[in-house]
């Protein structure tokens, strides 16, 4: 039975895009435009009561949340190698995740989905403006944090990777020019030198 | 070895404090205390830059990052079965701590934290009223997610249970009454009834 992931153009699902091309999985896209309000809607509201994309759709049930996704595909495609060994490094990918999802995705929500955490227009222009600085604070520690070997845990590619990779959408979101950060413009640029990277992004265009 | 914990009182480290407690690990407690500024002092920003509690220094180098430092300890510790077995069931686990870190706990530091994402004073004060009602539906979410079987993951205590428990101070926190929400009062209640979370928050409160 194959995956199926359900994504939304520009959306931070590309990651898993990627990752599924990058081991070679056998999957199938349905696209949940976020543009149109699909993900609003009760046909996906019934497969995932908290309305977001990514959701991968597995044989043994459906799965939410990037770091839970990308882990289980390197986990379930040994052959592809994405997932580094033992249980410290391990530990460190998924501090990454972390990191990633709560406050780096969390930071550059501020300057779209406001409206999650506060009501007043004026409020919602507040974040919008003070969105960009609190980006550019996370691009600055994760140039602190990364290893030396280019990808996101050292010198070998790992289901990190594809996150990471998001880095170069979000600040070109918020026009913070990622040549300010060596070592993410490094990544963005191995990232999209890879084959994977490109079909997804082919794919992610055309949702 | 033994593994330190980084630690402030009333934090979101109670989750890892309580997990040490729980599998029997031998380990030991560094207080970083929020409220003195103690997490911005140089001292600990060379341990970990990000500024934030929890922290844990293990044989192998430092975490952070809550969902990866309750899963490693959970994988150094087999004997005390915190850690669901298989990818799927693992994925399910991390799932619902990517909840926690990056939708739960980012809609209560809205009402504490608001500076990370505003500077208006007025901004700040609308995060502060809407909090409690994004907490809440939260809460309403985890009502509908969670599975029978009383645990975070089911039938079976894991190291997800600690991370979930943080409901109960979140939610008083902000006055919401945890008794709205019968799955999470009883999560609580059941948690506070374990020796080792008895343990855990004496130890929170002497720090």
Redesign the interface.
């Known amino acids: 039975m194959p995956l199926t992931l359900y994504h939304s153009k520009g959306s931070s699902a590309l990651a898993a895009l990627i990752l599924l091309e990058e081991v070679g999985a056998t999957y199938t896209v349905v696209d949940v435009p976020i543009a149109t309000g699909a993900h609003r809607g009760p046909a996906f509201l019934a497969l995932s009561?908290?309305g977001r994309v990514p959701v991968l759709a597995?044989p043994?049930?459906v799965?939410?949340?990037?770091?839970?996704?990308l882990?289980?595909i390197a986990?379930?495609h040994p052959a592809a190698a994405c997932l580094p060994a033992g249980?410290?490094a391990?530990?460190?990918a998924?501090?990454l995740?972390?990191?990633l999802?709560?406050?780096v995705?969390?930071?550059f929500a501020?300057a779209r989905r406001g409206a999650?955490?506060?009501?007043?227009p004026?409020?919602l222009e507040?974040?919008r403006r003070?969105?960009p600085a609190?980006l550019q604070k996370c691009a600055h520690?994760l140039e602190?944090?990364l290893p030396p070997g280019g990808w996101a845990l050292g010198a070998q590619y790992s289901f990190c990777d594809p996150y990471l990779f998001l880095m170069d959408h979000w600040l070109g979101a918020l026009d913070v020019p990622i040549a300010e950060f060596p070592k993410l413009a490094a990544h963005a640029r191995a990232m999209r030198a890879r084959p994977a990277t490109q079909a997804a992004l082919t794919r992610d265009q055309a949702g």
């Open positions: 009561p908290k597995c043994e049930g799965l939410t949340e990037n770091p839970a996704i882990e289980y986990a379930t249980a410290f391990q530990a460190q998924r501090a995740c972390a990191y999802c709560a406050t995705h969390v930071a501020h999650r955490w506060a009501r007043d004026a409020a507040d974040m003070m969105a609190g520690n602190e944090m």
